[in-house]
């Protein structure tokens, strides 16, 4: 029992970060495939539909912001907890953290009742009637009934946070296969069920959730003995929520700000051609299938350098980091070549038209570039969250994607159209990669060099 507990803090490296983020880097491979299943069968109703579950994304991408980003921070207080040797304490950040989940949850609940009719409106204009309500059938769906979502994210980062990633994939596979095997069954009428359309696409994605966060929620009762669900007597700790979000709340903020860039993109590339919408919706799909597995390698990673800063052992952290960083080199090179190679192949896998094609093509050559910098800005963003200073995670990011993407997106698409505008992204990650190694140099300075 003691060394599996101590395994973050006594492991060799590279086997412990393997051991880590395998099951979850398989489990998020797992959904980026059913991300993108989903959009193959969703492009099957018509383009309408999948670029009304593309203007979709960014909503998605502001609650997921909120749950991802709070794990963040349950997942570092937990994993330095038990770095500190203080079991007791870890289990009260896990009961916090359930908490603070539940509320996320009913917070989004209530938008998704009231925000999701003017977002569409916003988003589309005359000769749109079909986007908009296949989106507001989609979306409102996703976001009322995102219980499973939240549940699922938080139960599995504790696991993740104690070592056990391996019934995170678990859960996390069997969420996602559930997802595919929905799908057709319910968008198009087979096994007896109703051709739902884009509704039954809405709904195989929250069954799938639920049932994930049901698994989660018994491999924490049944496996995961570090830390006690007891809710006997609970009363929230409002100190350690503090702390949750002051570690997590960067992370809630710098995917926030990608569902501000998402709708932002939307309404320039709206404004040129809704068929270049569908492409951009088919790019974050396709993009998510090679960074996936790297955020599966940073969840992994994130506990290691915790417990190991927790426990004051710099060279298993810059360990950790060293080979973090040669995995996700890998997985972006693949991605780089995927998109300058075969995009058009790439493409038609989503009943890509002859102009979604035409588009689609020049704007994956274009936007894979930025995979050859993303890689390295990720990581180290990463790292930056494990040692508390998630705060330079957030500066990064807000630069990227407000003061640069944006706006230069806005500037090309006036000055050379829809040809010019993917230009953006490349042009902003290097942006990103010149203000990540300034705060690198200033995390060694100031808490790595320190003991």
Known sequence: MENKENKMGVMPEGKLLMNMSLPIMISMFVQAL?????????????????????????????????ATGTGVGLNALVSRALGEKKPKRASTVAQNGIFVYIVSYIVVAIVGC?????????????????????????????????????????????LQATGRSFYTMLSQTT?????????????????????????????ATAVGQI??????????????????????GFRPNFAIIKNIYKIGLPSIVM?????????GMNYILMGLSSTGTAVF????????FFFMPIFGLNNGMIPI???????????????????SYIVAFAFAFIGFLGFEIIPDKLLLMFDASEKMVEIGVVALRIIGIHYLIAWYCIVTG??????????????????????????????????GGLTAIWWCFPIAEVMSMIMTIIFFGRVKKTVLNQF
């Open 34 to 66: 059913y991300n993108i299943v989903d959009s193959i069968f969703v492009a099957r109703i018509s383009e309408d539909a999948l670029t009304a579950v593309s203007l979709a994304f960014s909503l998605q991408t502001l609650m997921i912001a909120v």
């Open 114 to 158: 009231v925000a999701v009719k003017p977002f569409y409106t916003m988003q589309t204009s005359a000769g749109q009637e079909a986007i908009f309500n296949y989106g507001v059938e989609y979306l409102s769906i996703v976001m009322i009934f995102s219980f499973g979502l939240f549940m699922q994210i938080c139960l599995e980062r504790l």
């Open 175 to 203: 969420g996602a296969v559930i997802n595919i095997i929905l799908d057709p069954i319910l968008i198009f009428g087979m096994c007896g069920m109703p051709a739902m359309g884009i509704k039954g696409a809405a709904i």
């Open 211 to 232: 049932v994930a966060a049901v698994e989660a929620l018994l491999w924490n009762i049944l496996k995961n003995h570090d830390i006690h669900l007891s809710f006997k």
């Open 255 to 263: 995917q926030s700000i990608g569902s501000v860039m998402t709708t």
């Open 281 to 288: 919706g088919v790019y974050f799909k396709l993009q998510s």
């Open 305 to 323: 350098i915790s417990y190991n800063y927790g426990a004051r052992k710099k060279s298993r952290m810059l360990n950790t980091l060293k080979y």
């Open 382 to 415: 990463s790292m930056f969250q494990a040692v508390g200073k998630a705060a330079y995670s957030m500066y990064v990011s807000i630069a990227r994607q407000m003061v640069v993407l944006l706006p230069v997106a806005y500037i090309l698409a006036q000055i």
